[in-house]
């Protein structure tokens, strides 16, 4: 009775310890769904000065038919080209949030909605997509975009 | 002088401490290299099997066009089904490695080569890809594939 009794002490003294690891994590993934719904609003806006708050400086945006944007001036200027083609309405399906370390993060979603490209006025209502994101904690601990890259999940 | 003489002490303590995670840093992104480079043999080569031996089972496999393949069986199908189709001879070129934390790391490379369509015949020697790569570290110090996602930077 006294080894068990100890043995709750002991268990309930762990499970305390470990309480502040987990609500660490947890909180990191509630703030970076927070800026995951950040990027869907920036990006239904075609909002690039928006998009370039999400980013790290050192930011790789990984756009199918471009070349890698590599820094926040070759972020901003793709979004400037990607917002002048085409007018996006989607909405964000985050699929998986895992924290790597301290300090890194990866999302992985679906995204599904509707595209307008602006030249011809044409506009693709059942558009889908896959995304990864892989996020980095700056020093002030707001978690940015550091690399994505995606793709249609639309048949070709 | 013995003032300095006990800083040069404790700065080289310093460094030698430092030196078994720098090598252990060092050492990862080699073994990530030569992971990155099996995965372009087996890819070169058709080969599943030796696909499925570089993913994580519960790795995620996200090719343009397709939905995310989501398990080791779902990659499995993803890549008979790539392999039926296309014959690819491709070069990786790793563009970034870096370790997040111990057991993963990202690559991030841009590919190179030709895909043949093995329904037409026909051939494109001009095929120019982005990719990211979310590595993971087994139990018995593997790195495998846990996360991939690529697009083409062709233009359209």
């Given at each position: 009775m006294k080894n068990r009794f100890k043995s709750l002490i002991?268990?309930?003294i762990l499970l305390f310890s470990m309480l502040p690891l987990a609500h660490a994590d947890n909180s990191n993934t509630k703030?970076?769904?927070?800026?995951?719904?950040?990027?869907?609003?920036?990006l239904n806006n075609s909002d690039v000065a928006g998009v370039?708050?999400?980013?790290?400086?050192?930011g790789v945006f990984m756009a199918p038919h471009h070349p890698s944007a590599v820094g926040i001036r070759a972020i901003e200027g793709a979004y400037k080209s990607v917002f002048k083609a085409i007018d996006l309405d989607v909405r964000f399906d985050i699929v998986e949030v895992e924290t790597l370390g301290d300090d890194w993060a990866f999302?992985?979603?679906?995204?599904?909605?509707?595209?307008?490209?602006?030249?011809?006025?044409?506009k693709n209502d059942k558009s889908y997509h896959q995304e990864l994101f892989l996020m980095k904690k700056t020093a002030n601990g707001d978690w940015?975009?550091?690399r994505y890259a995606f793709s249609s999940t639309n048949p070709r």
């Open positions: 002991v268990n309930t703030k970076i769904q927070v800026v995951l719904k950040s990027y869907e609003q920036v370039v708050k999400l980013y790290t400086t050192d999302v992985r979603t679906n995204s599904a909605g509707s595209i307008k490209f602006n030249a011809s006025g044409k940015k975009i550091a």
